[in-house]
């Protein structure tokens, strides 16, 4: 089975709609991107662009929904598609949970909500080599010295843990995490505590706005954030996406009901690697393909002859 996979912020780069592939099914996701938001959207790309949160959720959008379309055109249909952080909004597109036009306004919603409440002092780490636990341990210790709370925001694998904060507590943090054994410690390029209860407010208002967003059973296998679970209804999904800013992604969680499911393919949209790295490292059996670093013909045929051996 394939799985499509839809990276989220922090995946960005610097002309990632530009190199997106030449295919009509492509140029026309632009086009109506561009026509629903009353902007070209080739212009959410540029160095200046990607320092804005709206623009850089938005782009992620369009970059998803555009290769999902262009597979769909090759019959590459996937049976499971799942997204982290802002990614799942691409993911429910991909399996008929909401229409494009309606994913494309929530999202700048979600990110202007975001970006208000945190206009800059704050944003992402990634930790690796320590659990989820002993994360948590630090993070309540870093807490009871220096009353800065760090918060665990994506649990991407076992020892590859996201915190969230404001950037003076997450520097510290991350010398902490260092001291205590932790491989490494790296800021991320996004410029909002996500995933963790200081978004609690932005959520509120997100759900108001999402209780008139038409959403629908989804067609194929949705996996949500917040648990990693499948959900099956227009309410579960809806609720997951209207909330996912405020809780932990369980990520891990979710590439596992996958390969339970019988996910062998999984295909990460552009301009992703991390989550096919990730795929790699922890299920050695699976196939994962980063579109990015495919052109599309061979991204076609090697997915084609890797469904087809599995």
Known sequence: MLALLFPGQ???????????????AVRATLDEASQVLGIDVLTLDTPDSLGSTVAVQIGLTVAGVAITRALAEEQLTPGISAGLSVGAYAAAVCCGAIRFEDALKMVRKRAELMETAYPSGYGLAVVSGLTEHQLETLADQHAEANSQRVYIGNVNAPRQIVMAGANAALDAFMERALAAGARKATRLAVSVPSHCELLAHATDELLVYAQDVPFHVPQSTYIGNRGGRPLYTAQAIRDDLATNMRYTVRWFDALTV?????????IEAPPGQ??????????????????????????????????GAA
Do not use: K, W, Y
């Not at 052109?295 to 090697?302: E, G, P, Q």
């Open 10 to 24: 922090g995946a960005q780069s610097d002309g990632f709609l530009h190199s997106l592939p030449q295919h009509q």
């Open 274 to 307: 991390v989550l096919t790295d990730i795929t790699r490292d922890n299920f050695p059996d699976t196939i994962a393909l980063a579109a990015s670093t495919f052109s599309f013909d061979r991204l076609v045929a090697t997915a084609r002859r890797r469904l």
């Open 258 to 266: 996958m390969q339970e499911m019988g996910a062998r393919v999984l």
